[in-house]
């Protein structure tokens, strides 16, 4: 990859004064988009700086949700963050259980049984699927299609929520997974359920698709927009299918193999120019492998125990040392840095948010734009505050 | 890692790269940059054809406090003794506790991928020189984009200063904050956001009232 050396002009500090024209046409007119904003998915506040409709400076504020989850997880027992986990980014608290159970293995040396390896990847790719749904749902939401397509997207993201729920005891907090394996088994009653789920999602795509893709509004509103380059994705360390959308191969399931995902046949869909569109449709196709790799370990699962008999849950102490650990989330890299002092609380514990990096490139993206499709590109980032601002 | 640091040191002289072991079973072991030489070090991994380690992909700050080392140190004295009657000079060795300082830092840890030839992880850190006026390091934003966030939320929770970050700000802590709450030795204010409410008469009256009794 070449180097990324031009760098749009920033701006610093509060208190800047008005900027004025260079041909003395008038100021650039500040607005502030949120934090009450209904396209910023929560509270997130961006200043811009507009000449008419074109958007001149783009700056993020982020912490209205900040509430230092780092160091509540320091003050706590390492089993004692799983829940807080959930509320990171709290579409898909299985996926972050995951990513912090891998790290804290990563850091003791646990090894997970099979059956546990399975209901996982089953877990984590019906995450990704009602993850990508209702964040193209939401996208749609705010192209001005009210309603409809998100609540095509949330009937189906319901089916999902209910299978987690009657496993898990909750739709979106899970905490289900350990270190070492998985809370409760899961019944057969449960697998044929999801089975059921499963054989329905292929039409749920096909009925969305014929539906948005090749609408004319939405090929017009996002094709061309908000283009992303993939050196400049690169070197900004955006992760997911915004990465995949600019059309640069990295799948972290098929670069680590975490787990077992080595076992699954599934291909990792590209974009070709990086726009919104593009991360629109590498998400539809996501969620199409996704079917396949949750097909293929509800055939595969064995049985056997869930969880490690080695692990130990009560008096959990790893050896010093430190590990980092990374799944493919559904927004992007998640990743879990823990450092071990030997004692019953990590010594470090920092969260690599996925949402809270792919926003680097947003002023990048949006710069020349209009504001409407500010919201658009935004919304084509798919973050979830809860993270961005931990 | 022996040939990364090699290949380092090829590159830049004087880089001074120093290799931190990893005890832990993960065994991700870590490089050591020096501060000065830390931009030029980060552009070769980057550039380099068989590195190519073109994706950060994590910045995370580190609070290493101040610790205090209780020693226990023989002691040789001579000290007065009367022995068989007789005041005598006497040589003496004595066990005695002392205290040292260890002076605590700051750290900033890099984890380092490559998408381009898809391996990784390389940890590099720097340390600052201590946790209370010395604690700027290179900024390297001007390498990968992806440290622009990340930097500004250590600045900001732990007080490292990177220098040559294009716009330096709190990320997640509200501007005019003063304090970094991610260090160890962080106290929290107790009268956060403190508003007296109606349940402030009612503890004082049952205040009073104990004292009655």
Not at chain 1, 28 to 43: D, F, N, Q, Y
Not at chain 1, 192 to 209: I, S, T, W, Y
Not at chain 1, 346 to 353: F, K, L, M, S, T
Request: negative net charge.
């Amino acid at each position: 990859m070449s180097v990324v050396e031009t760098k749009p002009e920033r701006l610093d500090g509060w208190n800047r004064p008005p900027v004025i024209l260079p041909d003395g046409e008038g100021e650039l007119l500040e607005v502030a988009m949120g934090p009450h904003h209904p396209s910023t998915h929560g509270v997130f506040r961006m200043d811009l700086a507009l000449d008419g409709e074109r958007v001149v400076r783009l700056k993020p504020v982020f912490g209205y949700l900040h509430r230092n989850h780092e160091k509540i997880a320091e003050q706590a027992s390492y089993l004692a963050s799983m829940p807080y986990t959930d509320r990171l980014d709290y579409i898909c608290s299985l996926t972050n259980n995951w990513a912090y159970a891998l790290a804290v293995e990563k850091l003791a040396a646990q090894e997970v049984p099979e059956r546990a390896q399975y209901i996982r990847v089953i877990l984590g790719e019906l995450t990704r699927i009602q993850n990508h749904a209702s964040s193209i749902g939401f996208l749609l939401q705010e192209m001005g299609a009210s309603g409809t397509p998100l609540m095509y997207a949330f009937k189906e993201r319901e089916k999902i929520l209910d299978l987690f729920e009657s496993l898990t005891g909750s739709r979106m907090m899970c905490n289900y997974m350990r270190f070492g394996g998985c809370r409760v088994d899961v019944s057969a009653a449960w697998l044929d359920a999801a089975r059921k789920v499963v054989a329905g999602l292929p039409q749920f795509v096909d009925e969305f698709e014929t539906l948005l893709s090749s609408n004319e509004i939405l090929m017009a509103r996002c094709q061309g927009v908000g283009v992303l380059k993939p050196e400049l994705a690169v070197n900004a360390g955006v992760t997911g299918p915004m990465l995949r959308a600019s059309g640069v191969d990295y799948d972290i399931r098929k670069v680590d193999r975490y787990g077992i995902y080595d076992r699954f046949k599934f291909r990792v869909p590209l974009g070709d120019h990086g726009d919104v569109y593009d991360r629109y449709m590498v998400r539809i196709l996501e969620i199409r492998e996704s079917i396949k790799i949750v097909e293929q370990a509800l055939k595969e699962i064995p049985t056997g125990p869930i969880m490690d008999a080695k692990a130990k849950i009560r008096g959990f102490r790893p050896k010093p040392g430190e590990a980092y650990g990374r799944i493919e989330a559904p927004k992007g890299e998640l990743g879990f840095y823990l450092i071990s002092d030997g004692g019953p609380n990590p010594y470090r514990y920092r969260v690599r948010p996925p949402s809270l990096i792919n926003l680097t490139v947003l002023e990048d993206m949006c710069l020349g734009s209009n504001v409407a499709d500010v919201v658009l590109i935004f919304g084509s980032v798919d973050i979830v505050l809860g993270e961005v601002d931990r | 890692m022996e040939e990364i640091k090699a290949a380092i040191e090829a590159a830049v002289p004087g880089a001074g790269v120093e290799f931190v072991p990893n005890p832990g079973s993960a065994a991700e072991h870590s490089l050591r940059l020096v501060p000065a030489s830390a931009i030029a070090v980060a552009t070769f991994l980057r550039d380099d054809a068989d590195l190519a380690l073109d994706f950060l992909s994590n910045v995370s700050g580190v609070d290493w406090p101040d610790k205090e080392i209780a020693e226990k140190v023989k002691v040789t004295r001579t000290v007065t003794k009367t022995v068989d009657g007789i005041e005598q000079q006497v040589e003496e060795t004595v066990d005695e506790t002392r205290k040292r300082v260890e002076p605590g830092c700051l750290e900033a840890v890099y984890h380092l991928y490559s998408v381009a030839k898809k391996h990784g992880p390389l940890v590099i850190r720097m340390r600052t020189g201590n946790r209370s006026d010395r604690v700027d390091l290179p900024s390297l934003t001007p390498v990968w984009r992806a440290a622009e966030f990340q930097e500004r939320e250590v600045f900001d929770l732990y007080g490292i200063i990177f220098t040559g970050h294009p716009d330096l700000r709190r990320l997640l802590m509200w501007e005019g904050f003063k304090d970094h709450p991610m260090r160890k030795d962080y106290v929290e204010p107790d009268d956060y956001e403190y508003e007296p409410t109606p349940h402030d008469q009612v503890l004082a009256r049952a205040l009073e009232h104990k004292s009655r009794d």
